[in-house]
């Protein structure tokens, strides 16, 4: 089992929807979750993170977390075209909590 | 805003080659990490460090080395480039154990 999965996508929504990127898990024990977004030949950069179960929003991104699950998601809403990237999940790693595993992403299109 | 700078954007060196990538953060941030990403295999970690001198092996050392003589600085070396090392070379910071990483602009590795 991956540490981390995601769907590889693509998934398209219609501008304006709402877009929901989803994310499992493998070590129950995790207790820091991380959504980045990766435009095409850029970094990855920070969107959000979380620690608690339950929901987190920052502006029109809401971080859901269900460590019973072992599920975590990102909802985008008001899709713009802008946030057209791939969208990758990370993971505290197991044992001394320094280094994070990475899903290998979800692309997402939004389309005008 | 945290900063995370990279030595260069695109690299090209012939097999053989000693490769140095550098990598400055200007948040004293405790932790810095290298990663390679190639597309379907999502983000690797090679190296990473948790103080100065202090470096532990990420999932593919092999062929790589790291140097952290200053805490702002985190160094990968490719000891004698081979074309299986063409990549995005990835640098992150982070300010401790369980806490987001911060990603330089990456480095795009041609070995010919």
């Known amino acids: 089992q991956k540490e981390v999965e995601q769907n590889s996508g693509p998934l398209s929504v219609p501008e304006g929807a709402i877009a929901s990127l989803n994310c499992t898990y493998s070590d129950r024990g995790s207790q820091s979750f991380f959504w980045y977004r990766q435009y095409s030949g850029k970094s990855p950069e920070l969107i959000m993170f979380?620690?608690?179960?339950g929901d987190k929003e920052d502006g029109r991104f809401t971080a859901q977390l269900n460590k019973a699950s072992q599920y975590v998601s990102l909802l985008i809403r008001d899709s713009q075209p802008s946030d057209s990237a791939t969208y990758l999940c990370a993971v505290n790693r197991k044992g001394s909590g320094y280094a994070l595993n990475f899903g290998k992403g979800t692309s997402l299109l939004v389309t005008p | 805003d945290v900063k995370v700078t990279q030595s260069s954007r695109y690299l090209v060196k012939r097999t053989g080659e000693k490769v140095f990538l550098e990598c400055v953060q200007d948040?004293?941030?405790?932790?810095m990490f290298w990663y390679r990403q190639d597309p379907g295999l999502g983000l690797r970690l090679i190296y990473f460090?948790?103080?100065?001198?202090?470096?532990e092996k990420g999932d593919i050392p092999e062929g790589y080395s790291v140097s952290r003589e200053k805490k702002e600085r985190f160094s990968l070396i490719l000891e004698s480039a081979s074309t299986n090392q063409t990549s995005m070379y990835l640098c992150?910071?982070?300010?401790?154990?369980?806490?987001?990483?911060?990603f330089g602009p990456g480095t795009r590795l041609t070995v010919t």
């Open positions: 948040m004293d941030h405790e932790n």
């Open positions: 460090s948790y103080d100065v001198k202090m470096k």
């Open positions: 979380i620690y608690s179960n």
């Open positions: 992150a910071s982070s300010p401790g154990r369980f806490y987001e990483q911060y």
